[in-house]
C-alpha cells in the first residue's frame, strides 16, 4: 500500500511538472531530468508505474534534444544520407533512448550521488550546469556538464560532458567508424541495420525478462 501511494504521489507530481509548461532556469531543468529517470522502472507490470513511465519518458523526451544531438553525431554523413535515411535513422535513434537509454540511465542513477554545483550562461541561447557525480559501486568521482539551449522558457539538452568528454562526440567517432567501415545502410554490419538489430534484440530481451518475472511470480504461495 504504501509503494502504490508513493507512485501515485510521483505520477502527480510529474503531472504538475508537465502543467507548468516547464518554465524553469537550467538548473531545475537538469534536476528535474535526473530526479524523473531515476523514478523510471522499466520492468515494472504495476499499472500506476506503468502509467508514471510513460509520463517520465514524456517528461525526458521533451527535455532531451533528441533530434539536434543525432544530427550533429552525424556530422558530414547527414548530408550523405537520402531523406528516408535521415528519417529512419532519427527514428531509430530515438526508439534506442526510450527503449534502451532511459532504462540503463535509470539504473546507473541509483548507484551515484549527484551534487549539483552551479549553472552558468555561456552567451547566446545556451546554458551549462555542472555537477560532481560519485559513482557508489566503484568509488568513482566524475565531473558532469549539461549544455542546454533555451528556447522560450523551455531549457533543451544539447550535450552532456564527463570527465570533458562529449556524448555527441564519442556517438560521432563510434557512428564515424562504422560508416566509413559498413556504410549507411545495405551491408549487415552498416549503421542503420546495426541500429534495427538493437531494437530487435532489445525487445527480445524485454519478452524474456517479463517471462522470468511471470514464473517467479507464478512460483510464489499465495498468502
Not at 507548468?20 to 537538469?30: E, L, Q, R
Not at 552567451?123 to 557508489?136: E, L, P, Q
Amino acid at each position: 500500500m504504501k509503494k502504490i501511494l508513493k507512485i501515485s504521489v510521483i505520477a502527480l507530481l510529474l503531472s504538475a511538472l508537465t502543467i507548468t509548461g516547464f518554465a524553469d532556469d537550467s538548473m531545475t531543468t537538469i534536476k528535474k531530468f535526473l530526479w524523473a529517470l531515476g523514478k523510471y522502472q522499466h520492468d515494472s507490470t504495476v499499472p500506476s508505474q506503468v502509467e508514471m513511465n510513460g509520463k517520465i519518458k514524456k517528461l525526458c523526451n521533451y527535455i532531451l534534444n533528441v533530434d539536434y544531438m543525432g544530427r550533429r553525431a552525424m556530422r558530414t554523413n547527414w548530408n550523405r544520407m537520402t531523406p528516408a535515411q535521415q528519417t529512419e535513422y532519427l527514428s531509430l535513434l530515438k526508439q534506442i533512448v526510450d527503449k534502451i537509454v532511459y532504462k540503463d540511465a535509470s539504473r546507473q542513477l541509483n548507484d551515484m550521488r549527484i551534487t549539483y554545483r552551479s549553472a552558468q550562461a555561456l552567451g547566446g541561447n545556451r546554458h551549462k550546469v555542472t555537477a560532481n557525480v560519485f559513482i557508489i559501486s566503484e568509488r568513482l568521482d566524475m565531473k558532469a556538464e549539461y549544455i542546454l539551449e533555451q528556447h522560450g522558457n523551455a531549457f533543451k539538452i544539447i550535450d552532456i560532458f564527463f570527465d570533458g568528454e562529449s556524448l555527441v562526440e564519442d556517438y560521432h567517432m563510434e557512428f564515424n567508424r562504422i560508416i566509413n567501415e559498413h556504410g549507411i545502410t545495405g551491408r549487415r554490419q552498416s549503421l542503420l541495420n546495426r541500429m534495427r538489430r538493437t531494437l530487435r534484440q532489445n525487445v527480445l530481451d524485454d519478452a524474456r525478462a517479463k517471462r522470468r518475472t511471470q514464473q517467479r511470480q507464478q512460483r510464489q504461495p499465495r498468502r
